[in-house]
């Protein structure tokens, strides 16, 4: 309940303090919105900046995999003909 009351208390005072000071606090906003906006696009630039650097990183680590996933893919088809071979090769009754 005291916290309810001191709530509406500060309230109430802020909005007498607002309409006495209109002008200062016009004032106010005025000089921390350019501040805010210049802020704010420097923190959408530097994460813009990180996402595409981190975007880069993964295109140059996918390329590698890829040619090493290949080399891999071949190994693995040559010895699975070489097996199919001596399957051939060893069949009973043939």
Known sequence: MKTLIGGAVAAVVGLICL???FGEFLQLLAGAVP????IGGGLAIYLGYDEI???WKK???TDASKT????????EIDDLKKEIETLK???PGA
Do not use: A
């Open 19 to 21: 309409i006495v000071w």
């Open 35 to 38: 501040v805010m906006l210049l």
């Open 53 to 55: 650097k981190d975007t």
């Open 59 to 61: 295109d140059t680590s």
């Open 68 to 75: 090493g996933d290949v080399e891999k893919f071949k190994q």
């Open 89 to 91: 090769t060893d069949k």
